[in-house]
């Protein structure tokens, strides 16, 4: 018969269990997440002591004790949300761009929502709130207040990322949008039509197809590979040479233009001729639509098709190496591979991910205020700024101030934000602020760039301390391996109230170890 143990028994088991310290809390968000099953009626909550040891015993379970054995017994697995899909992470307009070191919506609206818990024991914002982020980035913070009720103002200087941000707050006319991607698809489908690359391209899938099944068979040659029977950079490498002449002879048979002409430009550096012919064409299809929201949706919808087609491997489409004008071996897919020639596929399938992420968050989207202010945190008059980009929202904000803060600073060395979306900045001509960046990656980590970083963001804190309501509560991400943020803080004239770590399990990077970021709570100094 199986034994029931009560939550304060269960954690005392599984302490001993597992020789770590498991709260009752753990327990409870075991049972909240379905990872074991919760037992018993008339109130009282039982767990099954077999399914809990099961449980601990699995890759899960494992994975946790094992991180805090790395990590330490503060790490709040509640915040890893491993319960979660990707599809969920990612919901509607969430994934309406790529964007590197944005945050997943379920950490947002933990902190936002009025809920609590053992590790949250007070709800910090409630509807009709107005949250600020000032490291706005592609928006997640103003997508879950507008799904949750709750006004927001973001603010980032980068211009592009103003745009992705409110392209996914704002109303949107589904049908002129729907009639617009409809008009440039068929412009763009009769445009390539006739062209010799589409011919090219055809023919050298077949030729790929026959090659790869002969000498990559899935998933005969990954097994192999995994199990070291076959040297697969040497043998890859060899059957990469042998398909070339068959490449060559295609492209001088189709009169194909291969080798790219030297240029700084992005567009000419990192796209294939054709590619970059199709590119300008939608985009002056674009600049011909009329009403200014659908014109920018299809901006993004492009903007998500290039950053897709650039000439490189699948594998370095995040981290560009060296264009890609031929044929090669991709570790990812364990086969050939070639670069694009084409951009029509890639549009047709966002266009229509768009369409239905757009429509998903419409039915979702409350009646609250939302913006992304394109500027410099450290400086910017922000009422001024709402005054003419949104009198409604500046006047809620006149009226009651800035609840608080939710948000993710650049981390220190990790990535040029302006850089990341280079083509776009190429493609619509917008204005680069590189250098007010912080944190940027080609500053590097050295204590010179620790410095300054926690300068920049001190400062942003300082500005925008001055409209926020008295009792304020800032909240942000970061993982911080250089232990700024004391420093930071005091600057800043804050005191970390509290600190929530929690374990990041689905990172984009190749790296898959354990690894932790920190949510800060700040609050201001008692002497304020």
């Known amino acids: 018969m199986a034994r029931l143990l009560t939550i304060k028994e269960a954690s005392e088991f599984a302490s001993r269990y597992v020789n770590r310290n498991v709260t009752a809390s753990n327990i409870a968000y075991l049972i909240s997440y379905g990872r074991i099953s919760k037992r018993g009626d008339n109130g009282a909550t039982f767990v099954d002591e077999q399914e809990l040891t099961d449980y601990y015993k699995s890759y ?233 929201r659908t014109k920018k949706v299809l901006a993004v919808i492009l903007s998500r098709t290039i950053r897709s087609c650039r000439a490189t491997t699948h594998a370095d489409l995040a981290t560009l190496v060296e264009p890609i004008t031929k044929p090669y071996y991709c570790a990812k897919h364990g086969k050939i591979c070639k670069p694009l020639f084409s951009i029509l596929s890639w549009w047709e399938r966002y266009s229509k991910d768009s369409l239905q992420r757009l429509a998903h968050f419409a039915r979702l989207k409350t009646e609250a205020q939302q913006i992304c202010l394109n500027g410099n945190s450290e400086s910017i008059d922000l009422q001024s700024e709402l005054e003419k980009r949104s009198p409604r929202l500046a006047e809620i904000v006149a009226q009651r101030k800035i609840k608080g803060i939710f948000s993710s600073p650049p981390y220190v060395g990790l990535i040029d934000y302006h850089e990341q979306h280079a083509y776009a900045y190429d493609l619509f001509g917008f204005e680069r602020h590189d250098g007010q960046e912080i944190g940027a990656m080609r500053k590097g980590q050295g204590k010179q760039a620790q410095q300054e970083y926690a300068q920049g963001v001190s400062r942003v804190l300082s500005n925008c301390r001055k409209y926020l309501a008295d009792d304020f509560n800032i909240f942000l991400v970061a993982n911080d391996k250089y232990n700024l943020y004391p420093q930071i803080a005091e600057a800043a004239r804050l005191k970390i109230h509290k600190r929530f770590k929690r374990p990041v399990l689905n990172r984009t990077e190749k790296d898959k170890g354990a690894y932790s970021e920190t949510i800060f709570h700040l609050k201001a100094k008692d002497s304020d």
């Open 60 to 292: 899960y379970g494992s994975r946790e004790i094992d991180w805090k054995r790395q990590l330490g017994d503060d790490l709040n697995w509640a915040l890893a949300f491993e319960n979660l899909k990707e599809a969920e992470t990612t919901k509607h307009v969430h994934r309406l761009h790529p964007y590197k070191g944005k945050f997943i919506p379920q950490l947002v609206e933990y902190f936002l929502d009025g809920r609590t818990d053992d590790f949250k024991t007070e709800a910090f914002f409630q509807r009709g709130d107005v949250v600020l982020d000032p490291f706005c980035g592609s928006g997640t913070t103003l997508v879950q207040a507008a799904e949750m009720g709750l006004h927001a103002v973001g603010i980032d200087v980068s211009a592009f990322n103003a745009l992705i941000s409110n392209v996914k707050i704002q109303s949107v006319d589904l049908y002129d949008l729907h009639t617009q991607i409809k008009t440039i698809t068929e412009a763009l489908r009769a445009f390539v039509v006739d062209s010799k690359y589409i011919s090219f391209e055809r023919e050298l899938v077949e030729e790929l197809n026959i090659y790869n099944n002969q000498f990559f068979p899935s998933p005969e040659f990954k097994i192999k590979a995994r199990l070291k029977e076959i040297d697969e950079r040497t043998y890859a490498a060899e059957k990469e040479q042998e398909f070339l002449p068959t490449f060559e002879r295609l492209a001088e048979e189709f009169q194909i233009q291969i080798t790219q002409p030297r240029d700084a430009r992005f567009l000419t550096k990192w796209y294939l001729q054709s590619v970059r012919q199709e590119i300008d064409f939608a985009f002056e299809q674009i600049k011909k639509v009329q009403n200014k």
